[in-house]
């Protein structure tokens, strides 16, 4: 079996740091270089009639849509907040078949539309699908530790523990109290905290200081992890990209 290749992204809406420029192709000839296998991206913008009108070089199609095309990868999408002119939410883009999927509301105030998008791939060679959860979680600490529970709870119960599971994404979790409740409550590990004894800093992108995305897996063995903080990462979105490579561990 070969390893999965993981890549987790907080896509902007496909805008620049700053919102000035639109990214999307420079976000698909980047990620087209790491060859991935599955990718979990937040932020994804299905559509925005305002930057339609104001940036020529806006894509006519959902960037979901745009960013598989381009990659040749199969593509599931989470709507999480809907709007007058358009919405977003979470994607994952995987170059496997995708069994099912379905998306999981975890807002927990009226001012911010939260999601965790469930998906069951068939990984080619593997003896048992693998369950990705692609989350973006809210800004304010006592929100996120409702999600973190909620987050376990679902696993728990709508999981089966012998399938391998990754849940990645944006937890916007500073101050690193995620990765015990999901250890604790769903018997998750996070990938960089296992290799390297910390969470990878990755916001903001061109001076990463905040350890806000994350890679946690159950029943896979990371292998090896990174930031992708080169060029043209740093230009592309407000966020750094994170990587695992992992396998599954057989019993």
């Not at 409702?146 to 987050?151: A, D, F, G, R, S």
């Not at 590990?189 to 001076?207: C, D, K, N, Q």
Request: proline share 7%; charged share 20%.
């Amino acid at each position: 079996m070969d390893p999965l290749r993981v890549i987790t992204f907080n896509m902007h809406k496909g805008m620049s740091p700053l919102n000035r420029r639109v990214r999307l192709e420079g976000i698909a000839r980047a990620l087209d270089t790491q060859a991935p296998d599955l990718v979990f991206l937040q932020e994804v913008q299905g559509k925005n009639q305002r930057r339609a009108l104001y940036h020529a070089d806006w894509s006519s199609v959902p960037q979901h849509h745009f960013l598989a095309r381009r990659l040749n990868l199969r593509a599931a999408y989470g709507l999480n907040a809907a709007y007058e002119h358009g919405h977003h939410g979470n994607a994952v883009l995987t170059r496997f078949p995708i069994e099912s999927w379905c998306n999981l509301d975890i807002s927990v105030n009226a001012y911010e539309s939260r999601g965790v998008l469930h998906c069951q791939l068939r990984p080619a060679g593997w003896p048992t699908p693998v369950v990705a959860l692609c989350a973006h979680l809210n800004l304010l600490g006592h929100d996120r530790r409702k999600q973190y529970h909620t987050l376990a709870n679902y696993i728990r119960h709508n999981i089966p523990p012998e399938l391998p599971l990754i849940l990645a994404g944006d937890f916007n979790d500073w101050r690193g109290q995620a990765s015990h409740c999901l250890q604790d409550e769903a018997g998750l590990t996070e990938v960089h905290l296992a290799l390297f004894g910390s969470h990878a800093r990755s916001f903001p992108a061109r001076m990463p200081m905040l350890t806000l995305d994350r890679i946690y897996v159950r029943g896979l063995r990371p292998v090896c992890a990174s930031v992708l903080g080169d060029m043209p990462w740093p230009h592309l979105s407000d966020h750094l990209p994170l990587t695992a490579s992992l396998l599954p561990i057989l019993v």
